[in-house]
């Protein structure tokens, strides 16, 4: 093991990558004791630490270091799941370099801890030696609707079981889990880890109820109405995938990211034909964005027997939105970046099949309103470029269908819910947070928003009169 | 899980499963489908729902056996069950009285039709039906079609039962000989409703196709059931499943039903192969 420095941090063991582009297995292989130990004593025990309003959920992050470093395991994610229910997930996904490390004073000299990769050591190590289920309060007698079993949902799910009201999760799809189980690829968040912190909410008390379509089987009116909740918190999240509407984008081999990732996560088609769902990947893919969805597309293709994988994007390097560690583990295992190139229009043979990908080269102008230089494209720049597959990663918009189904809810124009500072939507008893709310943002954020639902729904409901 | 608690063989390859859905069986509307998946390592696929009844808690579906989802869907036996269902999904048809409506139903697609002509009937449309199979055996629900159509046309590809030809031509002549209809609505298979929608685009009759595209999740987050419609790319599952037959452009989603024909093929193989191995 290398020397201990204050400044580096422990280093993460990963499988090489011309190993791990054969298999779906994890990646990142997690710290051993002794490496956590390592890394947990680098922490500085701020007495006024920077990393915890970093944190969405706000974990009191010196604590559980300080817990860690001493060997109290056991103590040590308890701290933490006072404020997070699903850590081996967090530790996994969250962008912890913009959040609790973006501030660590570590960070001004050298690498900040890895706050991230010690909740996924205690959280790991927990579910391997016993995962403790807390002490409930008493029941208040109150029934709360949860519609949709992602991040948002389950945090506020086990909130508010913990508090002693009656959750009924309800979840459209036939798993729990939410883009954490179609989304995030097995290799990067192992879909054994999120069915064990589903379980653990499960243990809290909370019922939930896949194949439920809340909007066509129930309405919104129909649960506080007919159902008998009290209170509904909408966590329905991201949903319609984001096209480029360009010539061709119908032709057969052309994916959306959601429905490459489905596929392959959610319905396991990179084990086809042991699981029925079929997945097709030639030999030259192009993914277009450059963001973690991006990233996900590439290295499934990767692994899914892709000769050559193109990351297309319209602007260069430093604009990138995702993570770079995701980046690095893409870049590592032989992803290829075109960037600066945007498709215009895709070309297909008789068959109706993708063949060739015709892009425009752009330049960077002056920065729009995100901050980013503006990509401008390059007139008569056009080429062709040879594929079989395309999946385009662009994003997705929130999901309609609560909004259609609800008189009366107030939907931003561009279809997300509006809520006050209190996660309250303009219906009285109605809660919504995590993607729905704020448009395609982060596992942690949705955690976040869901945490701040469940304890304004919690006021609400032991003000109501019995 | 969602026990089956009648079976039938209403033709050869086309079974019919009554099943125990209480929730959906109160919901469920015509033109409406839900999305299963038989077991756990199955697909999801979407069938429309072609009858329910909220008194017993049951909904019916009726499918021809293709490939290994319906395969496995046609081996459960009264009593067993499946283990997802999602439902009801996508816009309910437009019921309403139109005048005279012909309702259009090709193969196993007469399934989805029966609940839409009987709806039509009950919203006091004089409603003339045209069925067809392939062959005289294939046809099925002439007598629950008959029971709301105030005519009913047959037609077999083969000409043993009621006409010879397509259902499209039956349309066809009756336009010819000069009957008039406010709507026509048809499903079957895509060839069948694209020719429908060749016969009456030049007489201008406003006509409904219910499209049956891939589909994964059924809720409009994966876009696998995408179709140009008007020019614009629509998600069947959310948008539709029916639409205005002049406006779709039925090679396109020809094509893109095709995408895992290999694919398809090779699942049912390596199932077979496991059933004959565990014998």
Known sequence: MSKWDRF??????????????????????????????????RCLQCSNPQCIPGCPVGIDIPAFIKLLRKGEFREAIRKIKEKNSLPAICGRVCPQEDQCQKNCLLGRK???????????????????????????????????????????????????????????????LHEPG??????????????????????????????????????????????????????????????????????????????????????????????????DTPIKVGDRVAVIGAGNVAMDSSRCALRLGAKEVHIVYRRSRAEMPARKEEVENAEEEGVLFDFLTLPVAY?????????????????????????????????????????????????RRPNPLIQQTT?????????????????????????????????????????????RAAKSIHEYLMNLSR | MYKIVEKRELA?????????????SKKAQPGQFVILRVDEVGERFPLTIADWD??????TLIFLEVGVSTRKLGELKEGEAILNILGPLGNPTEVKNYGVVCVVGGGVGIAAAYPVARAFKEAGNRVVSIIGAKTAELLILEKEMMAFSDELYISTDDGSKGYKGFVSDVLKSLIQDGRKFDLVYAVGPTVMMRAVANVTKPHNIKTIVSLNPIMVDGIGMCGTCRVT?????????????????HEVDFEELIKRSMTFLPEEKLALEYWEANKKARG
């Open chain 2, 12 to 24: 050869p390859k086309i079974k019919l499963l009554k099943i125990f859905a209480p929730e959906i």
């Open chain 1, 110 to 172: 050298g690498d900040p801890v890895q706050i991230g990769r010690l909740e996924r050591f205690l959280a790991d190590w927990e579910l391997s030696h016993g995962v403790e289920i807390p002490e409930k309060s008493p029941s208040t007698g109150k029934r709360v609707a949860i519609i949709g079993a992602g991040p948002a949902g389950l945090t506020a799910a086990a909130d508010l079981a913990k508090l002693g009201h009656e959750v009924v999760v309800f979840e459209a």
């Open chain 2, 229 to 245: 419609v008007g020019g614009k790319t629509r998600f069947v599952c959310v948008d539709g499943p029916e639409f205005d037959a």
């Open chain 1, 347 to 395: 070309h297909g043979d008789e068959k109706g099949w993708v063949k060739k990908m015709e892009c425009i080269r752009m330049q960077l102008s002056e920065p729009d309103e995100s901050g980013r230089r503006r990509p401008i494209p390059i007139k008569g720049s056009n080429f062709l470029m040879d594929v079989d597959t395309v999946i385009v990663a662009i994003g």
């Open chain 1, 8 to 41: 580096k941090a422990v280093p993460m063991p990963k499988q090489p990558p011309e190993v791990r582009i054969h298999n779906f297995d994890e990646v990142a292989l997690g710290y051993s004791e002794e490496q956590a130990i390592m890394e947990a004593e």
């Open chain 1, 178 to 275: 939410g883009v954490l189980m179609y989304g995030i690829p097995e290799f990067r968040l192992p879909k054994r880890i999120v069915k064990a912190e589903i379980d653990y909410v499960k243990k809290l008390g909370v019922n939930i109820k896949t194949d439920t379509l809340i909007g066509r089987l129930y309405t919104i009116p129909e649960l506080l109405k007919d159902e008998g909740f009290n209170a509904v918190f909408i966590g329905t999240g991201a949903g319609p995938p984001i096209f480029m509407e360009i010539p061709g984008e119908n032709l057969c081999g052309i994916y959306s990211a959601n429905e490459f990732l489905i596929r392959v996560n959610l319905m396991k088609s990179y084990l086809f034909p042991k699981w």
């Open chain 1, 407 to 451: 008189p009366g809810l107030k939907v931003a124009k561009d279809g997300t819910i509006i809520v006050d500072e209190n996660m309250r939507t303009n219906i009285e008893g109605v809660y919504a947070g995590g993607d729905i709310v704020t448009g395609e943002a982060t596992v942690i954020s949705a955690m976040g928003a869901g945490r």
């Open chain 2, 54 to 59: 909220a008194h017993t808690g049951t909904i």
